[in-house]
């Protein structure tokens, strides 16, 4: 059976989630690993759950990168095995130059907590192999820095490379500025690296597994990443 | 060895929109002060920092400022030493 390293950052607040969903929900075998580790042996996944690693100062997850344990995150990415940064987890996925871009505040300067519609853009990550380009998916986010950008080089590279793997949409799946809700540029919710096993997103997959929780579409997330490691 | 005060000015690059300075400069307006047509917020670092020589102590401020106080994609860096 594949297991899960959920990692724990100072500041990290939604590991209890991530472990919930995985173990509870899915069944799955899943461990917390704090930050001053430095091996992730036995893993055959990793994720970086949301929260404000070190109080997000500098910048979020600037300081999160540096932790011991990110050498074990950087040799598991390069082997190849699924890496996935929820929230906070994919500003540190960038800060360590695992993932492409980089985030800014909010347009709005304000937190932004609620649901938003997603349209699929590529099926070829280990969150969305068992979805189908174009599906809508209903999923919370929160967070003040979350409006992506990268330069156009790096944009035009992920567009035309099939590694932007969300778009904020209308329920319809219309990418408009109304549906927008932090600034990202091209609409970009989530991406995947290039060889398609690193993937960061802002919506938390981890707040969406059963239906009492406003949407269940969370657990399509999880059976992908399950059937990536399988 | 000697001691040197080291200052680190972080700014977004002048292709990244700054949704904050915006704020600020919408504000300045309100207040009524016209003449602001721009701010662009940034971060200012002081730091003590022990070296060799001035040269040295250049250098490992420049590496600070590079790979953990500014973030090169968005930002970029200015690094003053002032003994």
């Known amino acids: ?230 | 060895l000697k001691d040197f005060q080291v200052r680190v000015y972080v700014r977004l690059k002048a292709s990244v929109h700054d949704p904050q300075g915006e704020t600020i400069r919408g504000a300045l307006e309100t207040m009524g002060y016209a003449g602001v047509t721009e701010v662009r917020q940034g971060k200012y670092f002081e730091m003590s920092l022990r070296a060799e020589t001035r040269e040295d102590a250049e250098a490992t401020a420049r590496e600070i400022a590079n790979r953990v106080l500014s973030n090169p994609v968005i930002e970029t860096f200015q690094v003053d030493i002032v003994e």
Request: glycine letters at 10%; a negative charge; proline letters at 6%.
């Open chain 1, 1 to 230: 059976m594949p297991r899960f390293a959920v990692l724990v950052f100072p500041g990290s607040n939604c590991e209890g989630d991530v472990l919930y969903a995985l173990r509870e929900v899915m069944g799955q075998e899943a461990e917390l690993v704090w930050h001053k580790e430095t091996s992730l042996a036995g893993f055959d996944a990793a994720l970086l759950p949301g929260g404000f690693a070190h109080g997000d100062y500098l910048r979020p997850g600037a300081i999160a990168r540096f932790s011991p344990i990110m050498e074990a995150v950087i040799s598991m990415a390069e082997a190849g095995k699924p890496v996935i940064g929820i929230c906070n987890g994919f500003q540190v996925l960038m800060e360590a130059g695992l993932l492409p871009g980089a985030m800014l505040r909010n347009r709005s300067l304000h937190y932004v907590c609620r649901y938003v519609d997603l349209r699929v853009e590529s099926t070829a990550t280990p969150l969305t192999n068992a979805c189908t380009t174009g599906d809508i998916l209903r999923m919370p986010i929160g967070h003040a820095d979350g409006n992506f950008y990268a330069e156009a080089a790096e944009l035009e590279k992920l567009e035309t490379g099939c590694q932007v793997m969300l778009r904020y949409a209308t329920p319809s799946g219309e990418p408009s500025e109304d549906a927008n809700p932090n600034g990202s540029i091209h609409n970009i919710a989530g991406i995947v690296n290039e060889r398609g096993n690193v993937v960061g997103l802002m919506p938390h997959l981890d707040r969406c597994y059963d239906s009492d929780l406003g949407t269940d579409h969370g657990l399509r997330m999880f059976r992908s990443l399950i059937a990536s490691v399988s």
